[in-house]
């Protein structure tokens, strides 16, 4: 017992000295001067690309999981197996090497087929975050869909609506209050998971501060504000989710 | 006679290796009233719902209205404006105003426009006697209202033949006579119907023909005075006696 408390004061010891020799220095980021303010502002620049690389990702991973998501519900196992495939794959797959093979691989498969399709960090990281992120859209599609009684298909069957008349006017429009709490923790996560964009030179958030940090050696005070850069991004999104919410909830049975 | 509506000619269906339909054959001619009872689990719901291809069935023939309707989605495609279906659930579409369950079908199905179909949803409601909960939501209604309502709006597809399963087995006691006397009602109007249900006063009522299933089979089929009075087989008198002492 004694010898693990001094193991622990010991430990604290180190890590004080290890501290020694980093103080805090907000001075960075202090918007009372016109160094500190120029670097809020250089730093907060990189919102509109987090944003827009978010936005676009989540678009396109909405659409193609429910695209994923629909052969999983299939009669046929001949489409559960395609839908298996592509969650289990795709999400197997961990963000940092999927946005290598995008950004240096897929120009290189192109090239051998005789193409000519660069692809730039913007898009890179767009198709990567998208790509990544549909395994599991699809995966709340289906348990969305799945959990819409089965006798609301059969109902929708008896009035003559087709496959596609059914889930658009009977399933999805039922499954979307549920689908959504779901959505809205993956844009999140696509919201977060962009800063992976920083590695392949896109100028978002992350890459920013990456950048000020190499200028002004001081990474605590600016990965600081980072942090409440995602917080304030990632608080808005959930504002936003909850008055959908509220909207939604209105057209939903008592 | 009138042309055949409904023609099973031994149809068989298995769930994996348990037998639910065996060698099925059932005739219902157009304008004819068909009830068929039996216990729990003896094939009668799923008889129904193979003919309107809600499930496949294995082997045999059914024939709509002369068509044969095969597991092919093509096959049965034309001939789902013939049949309307009445499920024990409801399957109202909660999301949707009455009004709105009942216009979906015939705009999106029969491309009818908004004014046409709506001023058919009231005329249907009408004649469930509901003329004026067009724009609640099904869960806003009572259990009795609900299904008259998915009645009315089996009706807004003007089929041919109505198929009941069960429609009043999930509602509370009170509300059971509103349905059946919305049913009596079509019956009388001359609608072909096959109705799978336990209440054998509306059986009585309204029946040319009474279908007796037991253990996946049709045991005994005939018209209801034969039927109450002089059953044939042991199974449908023991049947009869449960369901009618009380």
Same mark, same amino acid.
């Given at each position: 017992m004694r010898i693990s408390s001094f193991l622990a004061l010991a430990s604290l010891a180190v890590l004080a000295g290890c501290g020694s020799s980093a103080t805090w220095g907000w001075y960075v980021i202090d918007p009372t001067t016109a160094a500190g303010w120029t670097n809020i502002k250089f730093l907060i620049s990189g919102m509109g690309d987090t944003i827009l690389i978010s936005v676009i990702a989540a678009v396109i991973s909405i659409?193609? !999981?429910?695209?994923?998501?629909? +052969? !999983?519900?299939?009669?046929?196992? %001949?489409?559960?197996?395609?839908?298996?495939?592509?969650?289990?794959?795709?999400?197997?797959?961990?963000?940092? +090497?999927?946005?290598?093979?995008?950004?240096? %691989?897929?120009?290189?498969?192109?090239?051998?087929?005789g193409l000519n399709v660069p692809i730039d960090p913007f898009w890179g990281a767009i198709i990567t975050l998208a790509l990544s992120d549909s395994a599991f859209t699809a995966e709340i599609y289906r348990a969305g869909i799945q959990s819409i009684a089965k006798g609301q298909r059969e109902a929708a069957q008896t009035v003559g609506l087709s496959y596609a008349q059914t889930m658009r006017y009977v399933i999805l429009p039922q499954a979307i209050r549920r689908i959504l709490p779901p959505l809205a923790n993956q844009f999140i996560y696509i919201v977060k998971m962009s800063a992976f964009a920083s590695v392949i030179g896109m100028q978002e958030l992350t890459r920013r501060a990456n950048e000020l940090v190499v200028t002004e050696y001081r990474p605590l005070e600016i990965y600081t504000l980072l942090i409440l850069e995602y917080l304030i991004l990632v608080l808005l999104i959930s504002a936003g989710v909850r008055w959908l919410e509220r909207r939604m909830g209105s057209d939903e049975r008592s | 006679?009138?042309?055949?509506?409904?023609?099973?000619? %031994?149809?068989?269906?298995?769930?994996?290796?348990?037998?639910?339909?065996?060698?099925?054959?059932?005739?219902?001619?157009?304008?004819?009233?068909?009830?068929?009872? !039996? +216990?729990? !689990?003896? %094939?009668?719901?799923?008889v129904v719902r193979c003919i309107n291809k809600l499930e496949p069935h294995d082997t045999g023939i059914i024939r709509v209205f002369g068509q044969e309707i095969t597991n092919d989605p093509r096959s049965y495609s034309a001939m789902q404006g013939d049949l309307g279906m009445v499920f024990q659930q409801f399957n109202l579409f909660p999301h949707l105003s009455v009004l709105e369950n009942l216009t979906l079908g015939p705009t999106k199905a029969l491309g009818l426009n908004r004014k046409e179909a709506e001023e058919r949803a009231r005329r249907y409601l009408e004649r469930?006697?509901?003329?004026?909960?067009?724009?609640?939501? +099904?869960s806003q209604l009572s259990g009795g209202q609900q299904q008259r309502v998915a009645i009315a709006r089996a009706l807004c597809m003007e089929p041919k033949v109505l198929l009941f399963d069960e429609p009043t087995s999930a509602l509370d006691p009170e509300m059971i006579a509103e349905v059946l006397d919305v049913m009596i009602t079509l019956a009388q109007d001359g609608m072909t119907m096959v109705v799978v249900t336990h209440e054998m006063g509306f059986a009585r009522k309204v029946a040319d023909k009474m279908v007796f299933m037991d253990g996946g089979e049709i045991v005994e089929q005939g018209p209801p005075d034969h039927f109450f009075t002089t059953p044939k087989s042991e199974r449908c008198k023991t049947f009869l006696s449960q369901i009618l002492q009380h």
């Open positions: 659409v193609l !999981g429910l695209l994923v998501a629909l +052969p !999983g519900l299939s009669e046929k196992r %001949g489409w559960r197996i395609v839908n298996r495939v592509y969650v289990e794959l795709i999400r197997a797959i961990p963000l940092l +090497p999927m946005l290598f093979w995008v950004f240096y %691989g897929l120009p290189i498969i192109f090239r051998s087929m | 006679m009138a042309a055949s509506a409904i023609e099973l000619r %031994g149809v068989n269906k298995w769930y994996d290796t348990f037998h639910v339909l065996k060698d099925i054959d059932l005739t219902v001619a157009s304008g004819e009233k068909v009830v068929i009872c !039996g +216990p729990s !689990g003896s %094939g009668k719901s799923t469930v006697r509901i003329p004026d909960q067009a724009d609640k939501r +099904p």
